[in-house]
């Protein structure tokens, strides 16, 4: 609590935690974004979401270690991980499909299982990181600091949605995937190859959560093992904005960015994981009693 | 199940008397066959919530991991003799755990489908960071419970009973609880709860008595498998949602989830291929076993068990007539 005391007697320390909480909050909601694309159009929660996150850092990082910047290796990444995507969807994803919800949840958790795995083999334990080379930003008189690599990211991520959102409003394949979300039977009779449209979606998915691996990559550290928490991330953020909403979604995981910098600093780093799981559980057990209070006030 | 008595006793029999005696058999595997006991309770108690009761929980490790903490602090802290210290460190964690679900039981059993699994996953992985930034129970660097008392050798012998023997104990429990209304009643929940409950059934009440007959065995379980192991990680060995966390899940589906015998048989073949695994993969065992997950659940949803039932319902009690082709399914 120590720390707590030390936050109201710095305030700019504050605006410090909530400007590198937002400036996380835009690569969170990269991810989620794919995530709640996939559940709305596909119904399946991609429980491996994270390790696809993972994969693109590791893309970044071999691609910053063979000379490229890093910066260009976001759409390098985007592009590696959407045929990877589409290689998953028509190995495995397609099977679990139109099966019970349950299945496809435990079906993406064991492919989140093999990835983190073969990384673990492949890529082994080590903590790494794509140097950007960018410097930092002094503000207030040195009391505030930026990175500019953060604050590079987090446009990057914003230009990353839009892309992905242009694609979806503009294109033919996203006109498809949209009218697929709204009813796959009706799509199916229109004349749409709706397997088609779910392996396009999955493969979008993967793209987008490689190009946030990639900024994650150059902002922070990736390791095999960091793909959980941006899952469980995804998760909250979509159940607290819903499904097919952008702007909800971005709001939530600036806010959860935010959040989560804070409790971090006031609890301690080694709590921070804790704290992601836990607040996890907090917001789906509040989300129960809330749907049960409107019910009661429905009936 | 309209086997005659002695057939349907043959096989509990055959296997309580090969138990008995597999410690003398192969001596050198006493401890992989004492963790065979593990994987069947595991998957015996997670059946119970996900295959009879329908709530598929990521999180029951959590029981586990509890009972295996309270058992070695209570080992740590209480000074009495060694056998006194493990028994009252083993119910300690069995009460503690049956304290902790129904605590949690009432606001996370509410949650449906997708919405439980998830925070069950959660909740699990939570209290294995909680418990590794915690100093009191050693941190990230976990705890080691004291050296077993006896002769050299001795000690695998003592936990093969040991974990024979809940396993002995909970078989027959499942079995009583299933067999009377309490089975019909989970049964009904996992069918289709709102109806459950518009009938009259208390299902809150319900779910909650499994989740803590669950939480009950894990937690008297984790006590024996700390000291088996020989170290207590928080997220490694206590709180494993990666490894036990999803293996209870996956030997019940193997086997046939929502049977009797479906998460023993299930546990057994798995335990093995994965002992396997360990002898002939080396290094590359944890990604054969991802792999595994996802070729059980993509190719063999519904189990061996339930396979065998679709493919010969007379042998499961069903007439070959229109009521077996509707529920046997």
């Not at chain 2, 003799?81 to 009432?106: D, N, P, Q, T």
């Not at chain 2, 049977?259 to 944890?286: C, D, M, N, S």
Request: hydrophobic share 55%.
């Amino acid at each position: 609590m120590e720390n707590l005391r030390l936050l109201f007697a710095a305030p700019p320390l504050s605006l410090q935690l909530l400007l590198d909480g937002i400036l996380i909050g835009a690569i969170f909601a990269l991810a989620a974004y794919g995530m709640a694309l996939v559940w709305g159009v596909m119904g399946i929660i991609n429980v491996a979401q994270g390790e696809l996150v993972m994969l693109g850092g590791y893309a970044a990082y071999f691609l910053y270690r063979a000379g490229i910047h890093p910066l260009l290796g976001v759409p390098v990444a985007a592009v590696l991980l959407f045929f990877l995507g589409w290689g998953l969807y028509r190995s495995v994803v397609f099977r679990v499909v139109d099966k019970d919800l349950f299945i496809s949840i435990l079906a993406t958790y064991g492919l989140s299982i093999l990835i983190q795995q073969l990384a673990n083999a492949i890529f082994g334990a080590d903590v790494r990181t794509a140097e950007s080379g960018f410097g930092t930003l002094v503000l207030l008189g040195g009391a505030v600091t930026i990175a500019e690599i953060k604050l590079i990211s987090f446009v990057a991520a914003l230009l990353a949605g839009a892309a992905l959102i242009t694609f979806l409003k503009r294109s033919r394949m996203g006109q498809a995937i949209r009218a697929t979300a709204q009813n796959a039977r009706a799509a199916r009779v229109m004349g749409i190859d709706t397997d088609r449209v779910y392996a396009w979606t999955f493969a979008l998915n993967a793209a987008i959560c490689g190009a946030s691996g990639a900024l994650v990559a150059m902002t922070w550290i990736v390791n095999p093992y960091l793909g959980l928490p941006y899952t469980v991330r995804s998760f909250m953020i979509v159940i607290i904005a819903g499904l097919g909403n952008i702007v909800g979604v971005l709001a939530a995981a600036l806010g959860l960015g935010v959040a989560e910098n804070l409790a971090g600093f006031i609890l301690g780093a080694e709590y921070q994981a804790a704290f992601v799981f836990g607040l996890l559980v907090v917001i789906l057990v509040w989300r129960r009693f809330w749907l049960a209070r409107e019910r009661r006030y429905l009936a | 199940m309209k086997l005659p008595a002695a057939r349907a006793l043959a096989a509990p029999a055959a296997i309580l008397v090969l138990g008995l005696f597999a410690p003398a058999l192969a001596p050198a595997y006493r401890s992989q066959m004492a963790f065979l006991w593990v994987m069947i309770v595991f998957a015996l108690t997670w059946d119970l919530l996900g295959g009879q009761m329908g709530y598929n929980s990521f999180g029951n490790v959590l029981f586990f991991g509890i009972g295996m903490y309270a058992c070695v602090v209570v080992q740590r802290d209480f000074h009495l003799g060694y056998y006194s210290a493990l028994f009252v460190g083993m119910a300690a964690g069995a009460v503690l755990a049956v304290a902790v679900g129904a605590l949690i039981g009432s606001g996370l059993l509410g949650l449906r489908g997708h919405y439980f699994a998830i925070g069950t996953l959660g909740i699990g992985i939570a209290a294995g960071e909680l418990a590794g930034g915690w100093d009191f129970v050693g941190g990230g660097g976990g705890l080691v419970p004291p050296m077993y008392p006896g002769a050299v050798g001795g000690r695998e012998t003592f936990f093969y009973y040991l974990t024979f023997a809940i396993a002995v104990i909970t078989f027959p429990v499942l079995r009583w609880l299933y067999s009377g209304r309490f089975g019909l009643a989970i049964n009904a929940i996992r069918d289709d709860e709102d109806k459950a409950e518009a009938m009259g059934l208390r299902t809150t009440r319900y779910k909650t008595t499994a989740w803590c007959v669950s939480a009950f065995f894990l937690g008297l379980l984790g006590g024996a498998v700390g000291n088996l192991i020989g170290f207590v990680d928080p997220r490694e060995v206590a709180f494993a949602s990666s490894t036990y966390g999803v293996w209870m899940v996956l030997m019940a589906i193997l086997g046939g989830k929502g049977t009797l015998w479906g998460p023993v048989l299930g546990a057994a073949i798995f335990h093995v291929t994965q002992e396997l695994f360990w002898k002939y993969l080396l290094g590359w065992q944890r990604v054969a076993l991802g792999l595994l997950i996802v070729v059980i659940v993509v190719f063999f949803p519904r189990g061996i068990l339930g396979w065998a039932r679709e493919k010969w319902p007379e042998r499961f009690g069903h007439g070959v007539d229109e009521a077996a082709s509707e529920g046997g399914g």
